[in-house]
Each structure stands twice: as C-alpha cells, then as structure tokens.
C-alpha cells in the first residue's frame, strides 16, 4: 500500500502494537485509498477483503477510469499509457511491457481499443487491455473505417481505399469462428462521410448507431440480422454544427457544439430514445468550463466525446487543453467538474498522438494486471 503502513494478520500480536482496527472505522479509512492500493489490502485477511468490498459499495463506489495512451507517430508506434481514477482523483502511470504495434492505435466507442494494417487487425475490448486478440485481415483494405464491437462480433464499415469498389463495404468478424462475413453496405447517403474521421459512433449489447458529425443524419445497424435503419435527425437545435453520440451507461447521448467553429456559443447534451431518436436536453456545459475547453483559442471545430458508467470525459481533439468531465448523479442531475491533465500534456504527448478509453475498472482487473507481464501502477503527482 501507499505509505509505511504494515498490515497485520488476523491474530499476528506485537509488544506495543496498536490495536487492529476494524469494522465501520476500517471501511472508512479504505474509502479514501487508491483502488490500486486496495487490490493488495485484499490480501491481507479475510476481514480486510470484506472490508474492501463493503467500503467499495456503501462509502466510495468504483467509477470508469479514463485511460489515455500516448503514441508516436511514426514506426515502431511506442506508446506510453496513464489512467485517471475519479474515485480517487488520481492519475496513474501505467508501465507494461511494450506492445508490438503493427500500425497505429485507435479506439471506438470507449471501450474498444485496436490497430489495422493490411497483414493484420487487432484489438482488445478488457478494460486494462490486457488481452489482445489477433485476425487476419478484412477482405476489404480499409484507411479510416468504424469498427464497432457487439457481443462475439465486431464491425467494420467505411473507410475503404480509392481502389476499392465499394467505398461503404461492411464486414463482420465472428470472435468465436475466427472468420469474416460480408453483408449489407452502409447507406448510400453516406458515400461522402464514410470514414471515421467523419462519423461517430454509440453501441449498446445489440446494435450499432452511426452519426454524421456536422449533419445529424443517424443509422442504426443490427449485425444480427445485418440490416440498417434509418435515416434519423438528430439535430435537436438548428445551431448545433458538430455532434457526437455515446453510451453513458444505459443512456443513449448527444453532445453537441453550439454555434460554429470560431464562435462556439455553448456546449449541450441530449438523451436519445432509441427506439424513436427523440432528443430530451439534459444538460449544458458551464461557460468557465467552456472557455478551458478552447484553450485561450477561439477556434472549437470539434472535441472528442468519451463516456461509460455514468461518466462523460470531453476534450479538444485540437489543443492540449483541459480534460472536462460531466457525471450523471442521482436524478439524472449533471455534475461538471475539470481534470488536471497535466499528466498528459507534456513536450513528449505533444510530439504524438492521444488515444482515449473509457472502462469500468474493479479489483479483479488489477489484480489481474500486477499478475501480468511485470505489469506496474504508479501514482503521478499533479504539480
């Protein structure tokens, strides 16, 4: 654990010692230690294990971390990876074994973490992204497609090469079979925009929503029965000029930037019904944090959007500035709040590129971390 502090166990007696804490006392005292530091106060006994637990649940629950890799830009891609703990407001230097790159790193819908290269895709979908699994390969060469993940499966759509007869071409991936299947392209009022520099996309446990960021225009696809739906609008406000679209939890949202590229008036968030695309304004983005957002510049073309849980992690897909949170509380009440990121802004990350993850994180996944590949958390002080 952090600190000097020795752990006893049950019945270990000393001359002098202070007595062993326990019950509510000992609950609290773990509410304010780091998750990391929790995984090995697990170990200590029996009591202990049950204290972490009944302190994780009644006093400081478990939130999503946000893990942000830093990557070069160029061969052999090394990359550097720190996470955020908003259960503990910490930031964490995440130090594992380098990872053969193939190509560059890229990540969809939060969770989903992966690279493309014309020999090979890969991708990991665990929340420390311990695991990777690797494929051949789509059919189709692809630049800049969405790739989404559902179940066993895993889409990709769009983004294919001039040479390609079929710039909207979708293939599915079966985790279980290994094989890839082709199906049904996208739409074809997509053909301009099919690219993941031009779309966002949202994913829940059985289908696919695609955005067009600077129209609204939205499909939805089912890769069950390989079908699209659609079109829908989502433009809930005329003003909006840029959106993107994400699942906080069981909550289907739209953020969208107000005005346009030199004058962005404001920051909005919609809930989305699914079923009829219905758009209910939940929340706004506080001026003062609005201006963090720009970064002393007044320029906002667009931001990058990150959510799981209840949690909604926006920054500046152009300036290294603030990392802005927004969490759901009870109610559906928004909380927005700023992240010290100088973690991440330095002279390296500036000379690369940043790639976010959002994931739920528990004991067991850091357990299964420090039993992995010398893999090592280590606290970042925020000067």
């Known amino acids: 654990m952090t600190g000097n502090m020795r752990l006893k166990e049950e019945g270990e007696e000393e001359e002098g010692a202070s007595p062993i804490i326990y019950g509510d006392v000992l609950e609290l005292i773990l509410s304010y230690v780091p998750l990391v530091d929790l995984a090995h106060a697990c170990l200590v006994s029996d009591t202990w294990k ?59 819908h939060s969770s989903l973490l992966y690279m493309l290269s014309p020999s090979k ?30 179940g066993p499966r895993i889409i990709i759509a769009g983004g294919s090469c001039d040479f390609e007869d079929d710039p909207l071409a979708v293939e599915i991936y079966d985790v279980e079979s290994r094989s890839w299947d082709s199906c049904q392209s996208m739409p074809a009022n997509l053909k301009d925009s099919a690219a993941a520099t031009w779309l966002s996309i949202a994913v829940n446990g059985r289908r696919m929503f695609v955005t067009e960021k600077t129209t609204g225009e939205t499909y939805s696809f089912d890769p069950a029965t390989k079908i699209w739906n659609g079109p829908y609008e989502l433009r809930p406000d005329p003003a909006v000029f840029f959106s993107a679209i994400g699942f906080a939890g069981d909550r289907m949202i739209l953020v969208g930037l107000i005005g346009d590229a030199e004058n962005v008036k404001n920051v909005k968030l919609w809930k989305v019904d699914e079923e009829t695309m219905e758009c209910e304004k ?102």
């Open 121 to 150: 895709f890969s991708f990991s979908r665990d929340p420390l992204h311990l695991t990777w699994h690797h494929a051949q390969p789509p059919l189709v060469w692809r630049m800049d497609p969405i790739v989404a993940a559902i």
């Open 282 to 383: 939940v929340g706004e983005m506080p001026q003062l944090l609005l201006e963090k957002l720009k970064n002393g510049n007044s320029n906002l073309a667009s931001i990058g959007v990150t959510m799981q849980g209840d949690f909604i992690y926006i920054h500046n897909t152009s300036e290294s500035g603030a990392l802005l949170c927004c969490e759901f509380k009870i109610h559906d009440e928004i909380e927005w709040s700023i992240i010290e990121n100088v973690i991440i802004i330095s002279d390296q990350t500036r000379m690369g590129r940043l790639v976010f993850t959002c994931s739920d994180v528990g004991i067991h996944d850091v357990h299964k971390a420090l039993s992995s590949d010398n893999r090592r958390f280590s606290v970042q002080s925020v000067e």
């Open 50 to 108: 049950h204290a972490v637990s009944s302190s994780l649940f009644h006093l400081n629950k478990l939130r999503p971390w946000l893990v942000v890799h830093s990557q070069t830009t160029r061969s052999p891609y090394l990359t550097t990876t720190h996470a955020y703990d908003p259960r503990s407001r910490l930031w964490l230097h995440v130090d594992k074994p380098p990872l053969r790159h193939v190509s560059p790193l890229r990540s969809s």
